[in-house]
């Protein structure tokens, strides 16, 4: 009984979806009365785009030679911990 009643909700729910729009029933879309013109929009200046030099980011190879030498085997889980406060913060 179940199985009929799913089967023909799918049916109908198929049959309805099938119908075609047609351009005289479409209703007018709002906001498209409010967009700005093709043509403001092609005219409207462009930002130019950010330069960023590749020597202002940081990379891990930076504070590879500082972590070699401030991190040891009898200090690194102090190290590690504050690293993971420091993470947790964020």
Same mark, same amino acid.
């Given at each position: 009984?179940?199985?009929?009643?799913?089967?023909? @909700?799918? @049916?109908?729910?198929? $049959?309805?979806?099938?119908?075609?729009?047609?351009?005289?029933?479409?209703?007018?879309?709002?906001?498209?009365?409010?967009?700005?013109?093709?043509?403001?929009?092609?005219? %409207?200046?462009?930002? %130019?785009?950010?330069?960023?030099?590749?020597?202002?980011?940081?990379?891990?190879?930076?504070? +590879?030679? $500082? %972590? +070699?030498? %401030? @991190?040891?085997?009898?200090?690194?889980?102090? /190290?590690?911990?504050?690293? /993971?406060?420091?993470?947790?913060? /964020?």
């Amino acid at each position: 009984m179940k199985k009929l009643a799913l089967t023909s @909700i799918c @049916i109908l729910a198929l $049959a309805a979806c099938d119908k075609p729009a047609t351009p005289d029933t479409k209703p007018d879309d709002p906001s498209a009365k409010n967009a700005p013109s093709a043509t403001a929009a092609t005219t %409207a200046a462009t930002p %130019a785009p950010v330069k960023v030099n590749d020597t202002d980011l940081a990379t891990p190879a930076d504070f +590879e030679a $500082a %972590a +070699e030498t %401030a @991190i040891t085997a009898k200090n690194y889980k102090a /190290e590690l911990a504050t690293l /993971e406060t420091d993470v947790a913060k /964020e």
